[in-house]
């Protein structure tokens, strides 16, 4: 900024939710198509393993490989009986912006880039909200989980299901493709809906796809 390489537009200013990964916002308010995309942005720290930032590469080549990934879990969940398959959808990110002017140093290259990735509002089905898998733990002991109302008092019926939509998807992506997604508990969602029985799982959704894994 103070080099003029990059210009501050004032006042444009988005208002975001942040999310449990901090560097990645919710908008306040839809843009004029009602869609809230969901902006994963670098920031210069070191959270958990990593510093935070993001390369060229990932903000440019992420929205590609989602493409692919959509492509792939589609043509894992055909392997399946119509009536048995995994309950999986895909949030793919599908842009990304990237710092291309003369100052190449790693800094400003990797903390100039972002992400642009769907809403989960723009692949579920009607009635449809999600639950991170993060919060089956990680809360304090005062409080109940967010996912405990959907377990209910059938905890293995539903880790059965739960293991089966994501196990059942990810690991015959790695034995058939060589493509290994990171489907962690913060990447993992857990789709539900309110219905006269109660809170009803209806599967998982999966999403970020930068750090995906390729055997060649």
């Known amino acids: 900024i103070d080099d003029a390489l990059i210009k501050v537009i004032a006042p444009c200013v988005l208002p975001v939710h942040p999310t449990i990964s901090l560097r990645t916002g919710i908008p306040h308010v839809p843009d004029e198509f009602g869609r809230r995309p969901m902006i994963k942005t670098a920031i210069d720290i ?71 990735r769907r809403s989960p509002e723009d692949v579920l089905d009607k009635e449809e909200f999600v639950i991170g898998a993060n ?21 293995e019926r539903w880790l059965k299901d ?4 994501l196990l059942g998807t990810v690991l015959p992506m790695m034995w058939l493709y060589g493509v290994a997604v990171e489907a962690h ?10 219905s006269n029985i109660g809170v009803e799982y209806m ?3 999966l ?10």
């Open 46 to 116: 070191v959270a958990t393993s990593t510093r935070r930032s993001i390369s060229q590469d990932s903000a440019l080549g992420t929205p590609v490989i989602s493409g692919v990934i959509v492509d792939l879990v589609q043509n894992v969940l055909a392997q399946y009986p119509e009536n048995h398959r995994p309950r999986v959808k895909v949030i793919p990110e599908f842009s990304g912006t990237a710092y291309n002017g003369p100052r190449r140093s790693a800094t400003v290259q990797r903390g100039l880039s972002t992400l642009l």
């Open 203 to 205: 599967g998982i959704a």
């Open 135 to 155: 919060t089956l733990r990680g809360v304090p002991d005062t409080l109940d989980p967010a996912l405990s109302g959907l377990i209910g008092e059938h905890p």
């Open 162 to 165: 739960y293991s089966f939509d």
């Open 185 to 194: 508990l913060q990447n993992t969602l857990v789709r539900a809906k309110t």
């Open 207 to 216: 999403r970020d796809f930068s750090g995906i894994r390729i055997l060649r």
